[in-house]
């Protein structure tokens, strides 16, 4: 498996590093995370230990009435695990519940969610809550909080309930419905905890694109160069990259889709200026170092204290280049743009220089999605000849990873194939992993521990689509209708592997057609595809695709067919063609209850076990418009109602 050396091809990447938010307020000073679900109405704020496994939020809502907050399964309101809580004068109330469907989620028996404080403030409610990770709850009613995508449901209503006393103790809380609601995906362990201080002496500079024209189609890939020089103090001695936020031209976040930035030299004046689409523009800069990547819903990445992107210096790249993904479906006329990224760095080095791969799939038409899959799996690897060649003895580490699709992914799994002590190779605990991947909020995970990549290691990312509600093939592409399948590991020490993708060669299509194609469709297929004629949608469009197509589409593509697997540097890149090898599912040992850091709960406020003391009353009155419930903490109201206290 020699690497064989072909000239280097531009390519045009998405990546998406995000995270965090923003408010005014005491509570972004004290949470390092945070993120607007409902802008100008509700705000939230976490912070969390991975020693301890708990978590800490906050949550900010314009409302003197009651704030609803959860934890989702899937989106919906069955299932959820939430809280509900308000203040009323100096007395502020809340409780731990279980949503078993579309009505008001009664109390849980035993409370795994605590409050820490409850005020309001200029109109605004603020609630501050803790849970574990893991709270071990009996009956099940509590979701545990994982890395990756959790779906985050909210509400409120402007009205006060009504509580009141009896003569037993018990309380009766009468509930307006909710004025608002919503849904958002939210990975709640991906950032960097107690992300280090920024010195004040540090500097900023942008690179950014300047009142652009945003062509009225689809789809706009916009390019713009900068030199360096002229735009970072004394560039010629070393910089270190210490953070790198977005700059959002404030009308236009629903069309920048995401942002690149890359670093490169041999540019002319020519190159420079207000830009152009990038399919016009052949600068050499799209194979490059990868700087900086942003995508929708994002907001800063900050490396950790010990590990900075060092640029300048005598050997340092002279330009930068933005990339932008306008994304206007409607096609929209009279956009203009100034979108880009700052950049936050120091004068002096950190302990690790740090560098941005790029993994996956080749961004073409060989990657080919069938119509009709509940979750089609497309593989892609690094193969051993690329780290073998770039990684040091030591390895590099892996500290923050992105994972990349489009629309119709639903997870993806980035993980390490080792040859063992008896050269069997097998899957390591995954790099990262997300089975509730959300297109809309594409996070980056600084991760729990590094992981260490050898020389002879293989980096594998699987992919999984659905396309139930597709009618024909989906290929790969640069448009969001399209799709990628991409991860981007952020590591040290920095490398010259800029990226390694790869893609299928269709080498097993005969065996395919042979057994899984019409013989009146057969021959629209060709029986072969070479490095530069990709498959064609006309040509995959003619079957039916059935389950059984389906999984033998992908057996032979991706589990038993060959790839050209290519990794990247400054002057060239090699590639090998190769299958996947076979190697052993990583399964991960069960987890002793012993090692569960679970709550230890408190009964509920009157001792109530929930859903098992029901009593149905007719206590329900128009008020406004608005139906109310009355409820006893006892006495647990369950209607089914058309208008939902959650989405």
């Given at each position: ?18 995270p965090v938010c923003f408010s005014d307020n005491h509570l972004a000073e ?67 519940r279980y949503a078993f469907g579309h009505y008001l989620p009664p109390i ?315 050269s069997q190779y097998e899957e390591l605990k995954p790099i990262e992993k ?214």
């Amino acid at each position: 498996n020699l690497l064989k050396k072909e000239m280097k091809l531009p390519l045009l990447l998405l990546a998406c590093l995000t995270p965090v938010c923003f408010s005014d307020n005491h509570l972004a000073e004290k949470y390092p995370f945070s993120t607007t679900l409902h802008e100008g109405y509700y705000y939230l704020y976490w912070n969390f230990s991975s020693t301890d496994e708990t978590i800490q939020f906050a949550v900010r809502v314009k409302t003197t009435g009651w704030v609803g907050f959860g934890i989702s399964p899937n989106g919906q309101m069955p299932g959820s695990d939430v809280v509900i809580g308000w203040v009323d004068g100096q007395k502020s109330y809340f409780h731990d519940r279980y949503a078993f469907g579309h009505y008001l989620p009664p109390i849980d028996k035993t409370q795994n969610w605590f409050l820490m404080s409850a005020m309001q403030d200029g109109g605004y409610t603020e609630l501050e809550f803790s849970r574990s990770f893991t709270t071990c709850d009996h009956e099940n009613r509590d979701l545990d909080i994982l890395a990756d995508t959790s779906r985050i449901i909210y509400s409120w209503n402007d009205n006060l309930p009504n509580v009141t006393q009896h003569p037993n103790g018990s309380e009766m809380y009468s509930f307006n419905l909710h004025q608002s609601y919503g849904l958002a995906g939210v990975n709640l362990l991906g950032g960097l905890p107690n992300p280090p201080h920024i010195p004040s002496g540090a500097k900023t500079f942008n690179v950014q694109v300047e009142n652009v024209q945003v062509p009225n189609k689809d789809t706009t890939y916009w390019c713009r160069a900068v030199n360096l020089k002229k735009i970072v103090d004394s560039y010629d001695n070393e910089k270190y990259i210490v953070k790198f936020s977005p700059l959002i031209t404030a009308s236009n976040k629903a069309y920048v889709h995401h942002m690149l930035v890359y670093m490169c030299d041999g540019l002319q004046e020519s190159d420079l200026g207000p830009g152009g689409e990038c399919s016009d523009i052949n600068n050499g800069c799209f194979t490059e170092f990868l700087i900086a990547a942003w995508t929708i819903g994002g907001s800063d990445f900050v490396y950790p204290d010990n590990v900075a992107y060092p640029i300048g210096g005598s050997t340092g790249k002279q330009f930068a280049m933005i990339e932008i993904h306008y994304n206007n479906p409607k096609e929209t006329a009279g956009i203009v743009d100034s979108s880009g990224i700052q950049f936050t760095y120091l004068e002096t080095p950190r302990e690790h220089n740090a560098g941005i791969l790029f993994i996956g799939h080749e961004v073409s038409s060989f990657m080919v999605v069938p119509p009709n899959a509940a979750n089609y799996t497309v593989s892609a690897f690094c193969p051993m000849e690329c780290t073998n060649e770039y990684f040091p003895p030591e390895g590099i580490k892996i500290f923050a990873n992105t994972l990349h699709t489009h629309y119709a992914g639903t997870g993806l799994t980035f993980s390490v194939i080792r040859k063992n002590e008896i050269s069997q190779y097998e899957e390591l605990k995954p790099i990262e992993k997300n089975l509730k991947y959300d297109f809309n909020f594409q996070q980056a995970t600084h991760l729990a521990e590094e992981i260490t990549v050898f020389p002879g290691d293989i980096l594998l990312l699987r992919c999984y689509y659905n396309t139930q509600d597709r009618k024909g093939v989906t290929l790969g592409g640069l448009s969001t209708q399209q799709e990628m399948c991409l991860a981007f590991p952020v590591y040290y020490p920095k490398v010259e592997m800029n990226g390694c993708t790869s893609k299928p060669t269709f080498n097993k299509i005969e065996s395919f057609i042979g057994s899984d194609v019409p013989s009146e469709d057969q021959n629209s297929f060709p029986v072969s595809f070479n490095n530069t004629s990709p498959p064609k949608t006309t040509t995959f469009n003619t079957l039916e695709w059935t389950n059984r197509q389906i999984n033998s589409f992908e057996k032979n593509t991706y589990q038993s067919g060959t790839q050209y697997a290519y990794c990247y540097s400054i002057d060239d890149f090699d590639y090998v063609v190769e299958p996947l090898p076979d190697f052993k599912d990583y399964h991960a040992p069960p987890k002793p209850a012993a090692m569960h850091n679970c709550t230890v709960p408190k009964e509920a406020p009157d001792g109530t076990d929930g859903i098992h003391e029901i009593d149905i009353t007719d206590e329900i009155n128009e008020l406004g418009g608005a139906k109310m419930i009355h409820m006893s903490t006892g006495l647990l109201v369950l209607f089914l109602m058309s208008a939902l206290l959650f989405l």
